[in-house]
């Protein structure tokens, strides 16, 4: 509608001119309405096309510039300051291994913990216990059943306690032993991490790869922590040791002043009694003889 108000003076126009037309030419020259107003309506079809084809350009143009601003994002994130190494890179605690070098080996017994120690494994860490620990004897049978029943019980729970003790060594020597023998491929992968971390390579800096380094820096700090954990659950057995051999010691003491007490009087009566049977039967003469 608006279009055809546009347009309104110009038929005005063209009606008025009409007759100036035919006076000017003559007879020969007709005017058509109905071709002028086929014209005009060509013409409003060609305006509005015209505008449609404005609007797409102007979205094309629009959408090839947020096009171009995310791919230069994209670009500058894929990018890092060339002294990141330098100004971030640091270094971290490595384990060290024992040597035979460093260690000595007098009368041969010592190698095998320190194998223990370095490459871990149970059998490696039963075999240092077996070469570096005094060995517990089996108590004579015979022995053990003459005593009485609270010596028994008694000289059963050492023998627990040895063989608790056996037990937390050679686990804990087996624990340490295996963390530092995987310390040199995870001081790799550390390794690996950082260097990845700090290249200029723009590979390694996509939406992908740093999701990828993300994730591995946080499996690599679960085992680190799974690694600690272990130590700290040996080194809770061996203050568990140290806490029943505390208790043992205390519970002994009460148990021998309970039957201090329970076998004093008896003990004093025996006392006495043969004190006096003894004076009862030293006899005197007259001349004191």
């Keep these: 509608?608006?279009?055809?108000?546009?347009?309104?003076?110009?038929?005005?126009?063209t009606f008025a001119l009409a007759p100036l037309a035919h006076a000017q030419f003559g007879g020969g020259i007709v005017?058509?309405?109905?071709?002028?107003?086929?014209?005009?309506?060509?013409?409003?079809?060609?305006?509005?096309?015209?505008?449609?084809?404005?609007?797409?350009?102007?979205?094309?143009?629009?959408?090839?510039?947020?096009?171009v601003a995310a791919y230069n994002l994209?670009?500058?994130?894929?990018?890092?300051?060339?002294?990141?190494?330098?100004?971030?890179?640091s270094d971290f605690a490595m384990w060290t291994n024992f040597s035979s070098a460093s260690v000595p080996d007098t009368y041969g017994n010592t190698s095998a913990w320190i194998d223990a120690l370095d490459l871990g494994n149970p059998t490696r860490a039963v075999s240092a216990y077996s070469s570096a620990v005094i060995p517990l004897e089996s108590y004579p049978g015979g022995s053990?059943?003459?005593?009485?029943?609270?010596?028994?019980?008694?000289?059963?729970?050492q023998y627990a306690s040895?063989?608790?003790?056996?037990?937390?060594?050679?686990?804990?020597?087996?624990?340490?032993?295996?963390?530092?023998?995987?310390?040199?491929?995870?001081?790799q992968k550390l390794a690996n991490l950082q260097s990845d971390t700090f290249s200029?390579?723009?590979?390694?800096?996509?939406?992908?790869a740093l999701l990828g380094k993300i994730n591995t820096a946080t499996l690599l700090q679960i085992?680190?922590?799974?690694?600690?954990?272990?130590?700290?659950?040996?080194?809770a057995a061996q203050d568990a040791l140290a806490a029943k051999e505390q208790l043992d010691e205390r519970n002994r003491l009460i148990n021998e002043s309970i039957g201090f007490e329970q076998n004093f009087p008896n003990l004093m009566q025996n006392v006495t009694?043969?004190?006096s049977d003894s004076i009862h039967d030293l006899s005197f003469d007259s001349t004191g003889q």
């Design 1 to 13: 509608m608006k279009s055809m108000k546009l347009f309104a003076p110009v038929f005005a126009l």
């Design 31 to 67: 005017f058509d309405p109905t071709q002028s107003a086929h014209a005009i309506e060509q013409i409003e079809q060609g305006s509005q096309q015209l505008q449609t084809a404005e609007q797409i350009y102007t979205t094309a143009y629009k959408t090839m510039n947020q096009v």
């Design 74 to 89: 994209a670009y500058q994130m894929s990018r890092l300051p060339e002294d990141l190494a330098a100004r971030y890179q």
């Design 144 to 157: 053990l059943s003459a005593q009485d029943s609270a010596t028994q019980a008694d000289i059963k729970n």
């Design 162 to 187: 040895s063989e608790i003790g056996e037990a937390d060594v050679t686990t804990l020597l087996s624990t340490l032993g295996t963390i530092r023998s995987d310390s040199e491929t995870s001081q």
């Design 200 to 208: 200029t390579v723009p590979s390694q800096q996509t939406s992908n």
């Design 223 to 235: 085992h680190s922590q799974e690694d600690t954990n272990q130590i700290l659950a040996a080194e």
């Design 273 to 275: 009694g043969g004190v």
